[in-house]
């Protein structure tokens, strides 16, 4: 029988089990000089941070089960191949924007990758005081990039179809996301669990049929809708910045799926940002922050709109290319209008996932700290409920919204 060396790591073992490892050693100096601390603050791995007086790096480890929950809820290693594969992919299709990849061991499930610092995470920086200039146009453009170049549009046949096949045996992630995403929320589940005074708002949830339904379809396309490979767990948590600087990390929930769930599932954590504001800022501040959110949310997706319409008039190379099939240099109305019919489609998608996004937030097992860490609970408790009113409109009504702006209107208003 064969049985696995994988053991987890603890700051004390780390130095001794690394030691050997060429390309630690080569950033770091001798084992014997590293400093290591864990910092995982995330539901699922251990992470660690190794110092030494010649750089540092982090080493991200998979347990086998998930920590959020503890050994009761038992969890494969492999997440870490997959997150590995996807960050080489994604890595690949908008460089610089993740954390590059130094090493990655199968068995002992760890990444050995770029520390960040000072970068901090998203979340932080959202209820704080400080702007981030050029974040808005950093995820746009990333989303452009990666959703583009991971499809039909960018890939041939066999690479695509290949990838396809790796990242559908990422079944335990998916099915977390499935579960999790699309379904706990809206039913009782005993992982379910909400800020004291939201009971009728999760009741509601439960008994509203067109929400329901909404997440019901929206969950069809996610499973049935290989458009793209996605970060799969793309929420403000998953992000890290500086002032100049924007990086994604966490890839392990990589899946073939719909190019709206990775804007959907980020917008739709700027959005319970932006409710979270009034919890962490007196009336004037929470407004002037609150605007500023919203506005990074508009660059989001008018920086998405513009990166994609470019690499679709210049990169189409594909399977879905069609440059022959359009003769779009002497009459290129036939692809665009192709072009605008995806991303009226994308857009209407990207709603409704920010819309169901929003509502497993509140009411399922993960929640964002943006609003976790209003301490008042009445306060947060308010914040939470015009989220989930802003979350039903997105959902069921994403046919009828028309652009970045009224929805950001409608936002406002509701606050
Ligand atoms: P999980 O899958 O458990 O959520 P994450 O990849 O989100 O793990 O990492 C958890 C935390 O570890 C992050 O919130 C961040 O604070 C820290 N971290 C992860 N990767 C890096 C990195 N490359 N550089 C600096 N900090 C990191
Ligand atoms: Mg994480
Ligand atoms: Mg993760
Ligand atoms: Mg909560």
Redo the contacts with the bound molecule.
């Keep these: 029988l064969h049985k696995s060396r994988y053991e987890p790591l603890t700051a004390r073992a780390l130095p001794g089990r690394l030691a050997s490892l060429k390309s630690m050693g080569e950033h770091l100096g001798p084992a014997t000089s590293w400093r290591v601390r864990e ?7 251990l ?1 660690f ?1 190794v110092e030494s007086d010649s750089g540092s790096l ?1 080493i ?1 480890q998979a347990l086998p089960y998930a ?1 959020v929950v503890g050994e009761s809820w038992p969890m494969s290693l492999d997440r870490t191949f997959f997150e590995y594969h996807a960050l080489t992919r994604l890595l690949a299709r908008d460089p610089g924007r993740l ?1 590059a990849l130094i090493h990655f061991d199968e068995e002992q499930a760890y990444l050995v ?5 000072p ?1 901090i ?1 998203l979340r932080k920086a959202l209820t704080g005081n400080i702007r981030l200039p050029h974040l808005g146009e950093h995820l746009g453009r990333y989303l452009g990039r990666t959703l583009f170049r991971g499809s039909d549009l960018s890939m041939n046949t066999a690479e695509r179809k290949s990838d396809l096949a790796l990242f559908s045996r990422n079944v335990e992630l998916a099915g977390i996301t499935e579960d999790l995403f699309f379904t706990d929320p809206f039913m009782t589940h005993p992982r379910n669990q909400h800020t004291p005074g939201l009971e009728d708002y999760a009741r509601a949830a439960r008994e509203d049929m067109d929400l329901k339904l909404a997440a019901r379809s929206l969950k069809a396309k996610f499973c049935n809708c290989a458009e793209t490979l996605l970060h799969g767990d793309l929420h403000t ?2 992000i ?1 910045v500086t002032e100049t600087d924007s990086r994604v ?2 890839a ?1 929930f990589a899946v073939y799926g719909p190019m709206g769930f990775d804007i959907g599932s980020l917008l739709g954590n700027f959005w319970l940002a932006f409710f979270a504001q009034k919890g962490h800022h007196p009336d004037d501040v929470a407004r002037d922050r609150g605007g500023w959110i919203l506005e990074v949310i508009e660059t989001i997706w008018e920086s998405f709109f513009d990166e994609f319409s470019a690499l679709w008039r210049r990169e189409r190379t594909g399977i879905l290319g069609g440059r022959e099939f359009f003769e779009d240099a002497q009459r290129p109305l036939g692809s665009e209008i192709a072009l605008q019919q995806l991303l009226k489609q994308i857009w209407q998608d990207t709603l409704g996932f920010a819309g169901i996004e929003m509502h497993r937030r509140i009411l399922g097992l993960a929640h964002a700290a943006e609003l976790e860490t209003i301490a008042n609970v009445e306060e947060r408790a308010a914040c939470e409920r015009k989220s989930l009113m802003m979350g039903r409109v997105l959902a069921a009504n994403r046919a009828a919204l028309p652009d970045i702006r009224s929805v950001n209107r409608m936002a406002a208003s509701m606050n």
Excluded: T
């Design positions: 910092v995982g603050d995330g539901n699922l791995n992470v941070i982090v991200k920590r954390p990758m770029e520390h960040l610092h970068h995470i948590g998953s890290m990390i966490d392990e």
